[in-house]
């Protein structure tokens, strides 16, 4: 088997997916790679590091020499929020990286995978059950990337036979990772606030209603993915998967059903709220479902309860956690 290569591995999918890929297929055959080094001792101690640019084709070359690299998983990106405060940044790591990669991966002969997002559907997208095969007329800088990965990944795959695929992520929720400057990532910092203070402000309205999806799910997702028999799959880039559907408000009733007393009150950013406002409120991932078998295996009351129990543990929120919880 030759090795898998995770570029923007400390970033909130990728350290968690080079664990899940450790343990999958060996340590010494998944090398992590970013523009930072890992604080996580378990990421930094648990198999190869190196240092990668994605917008330096040379570093890339590098890395693929070292390594007998058959498989890439790119996450090194901009999130949304970060990517309206700095659009020129979002182009130049979203889109130009992506390119120097699908040129690395097409010399060396190597499968890609590439995570696009519900950002890449646009206000004229139909907002429920949004289809697999729709229109995207992105309104955000994180968006147009998003969707340009998909075509030229689709390009790439045509063009020289590429083995490219991708998945539509929602919002994913984590805790292992703290908030990245996502629009979805208030449902991962409520869970913070609810363990240290037993409240949560939040930046998006109440009724706010966006697919999202459990981390656990997500690692899967993508490893499924990339295992599936290529004869059977009619779409590459990039199929929607989602994991559950809920509203900041029916989060908060979740967290409650634990925590009878927590509250949510509300400060609404027009900047996350207007991205929040241009994706679908749900959408349509039969594809995924029938072409290569996705089926999450966490609803919201199943990673609610989950989230909870895993940050009341952690060593940095265990004291704060018995003071919330009532422990």
């Known amino acids: 088997m030759k090795q898998i290569l995770v570029t923007g591995a400390v970033g909130q999918i990728g350290s968690e997916l080079v664990s899940a890929l450790r343990k999958r297929y060996g340590k010494d055959k998944v090398i992590a790679t970013d523009i930072r080094m890992p604080t996580d001792i378990e990421l930094r101690d648990s198999g190869p590091f190196e240092f990668l640019d994605v917008l330096d084709p040379h570093h890339i070359t590098r890395v693929m020499q070292i390594y007998d690299i058959g498989t890439v998983y790119h996450l090194a990106a901009v999130l949304s929020a970060i990517g309206e405060s700095r659009p020129n940044v979002a182009w130049q790591i979203n889109v130009n990286g992506l390119y120097n990669i699908l040129e690395a991966a097409r010399q060396y002969h190597c ?6 997002s519900i950002g890449a559907f646009g206000e004229s997208t139909p907002k429920d059950n949004t289809p697999q095969d729709t229109i995207q007329r992105p309104s955000t800088i994180y968006g147009v990337t998003k969707l340009t990965g998909e075509l030229i990944c689709d390009y790439y795959c045509k063009r020289f036979g590429l083995d490219s695929r991708g998945l539509r992520f929602p919002g994913l929720i984590s805790y292992e990772t703290e908030p990245g400057g996502g629009t979805t990532d208030y449902a991962v910092s409520i869970f913070y606030e609810a363990i240290k203070h037993n409240k949560y402000t939040c930046y998006l309205q109440p009724e706010t209603r966006l697919d999202m999806m459990y981390m656990p799910d997500a690692i899967r997702a993508m490893i499924e993915l990339m295992e599936a028999d290529a004869d059977q799959l009619v779409h590459r880039n990039a199929f929607n998967v989602t994991g559950m559907n809920f509203t900041p408000e029916e989060l908060a ?9 927590f509250e949510i009150g509300y400060d609404v950013d027009p900047v996350r709220q207007a991205i929040a406002d241009s994706w679908p409120n749900s959408m349509d991932d039969s594809a995924a479902r029938t072409e290569w078998g996705w ?11 989950d989230m909870l129990d895993k940050l009341a543990k952690k060593p940095t929120l265990d004291g704060q956690a018995n003071v919330a919880r009532g422990r």
């Open 253 to 261: 009733a979740a967290i409650r059903t634990h925590q009878p007393e």
């Open 111 to 116: 499968a890609l995978f590439f995570p696009s």
């Open 295 to 305: 089926k999450p295996q966490y609803d919201l009351a199943a990673m609610t309860a």
